[in-house]
């Protein structure tokens, strides 16, 4: 089954925005406690991920999303322009 370019930008997405909620709702609200038995910096791991680690990972995901969307972008337009040519003969 061959996926169009929405489809697998929806699942790119999907993925990368679960992982986001994971990181910042998982890691910083509901394990906040047991990670606060490790230290960072003197700070307790969870306090660091529900202040400044989840923002990181956003803004970390986002280049992620900008790699993805051009490698999918490449793809589809090298698939785009070969059906071209085939029309053309």
Known sequence: ????Y???NLIILTLLLSIWFIVSFG???IWSER????SIGGFKLGFWFSQQGS??????IIFIYV???NK?????SKDFNQDKEKGDK
Request: cysteine-free; hydrophobic content about 60%; charged content about 20%.
């Open 67 to 69: 790699y993805l969307m």
């Open 27 to 29: 890691f910083g609200i």
């Open 1 to 4: 089954m061959k996926l169009s």
């Open 72 to 76: 999918l972008d490449k793809k589809f």
């Open 6 to 8: 929405w489809q697998l």
């Open 35 to 38: 990670l606060d038995e490790i």
């Open 55 to 60: 923002i990181y990972f956003f803004v970390f």
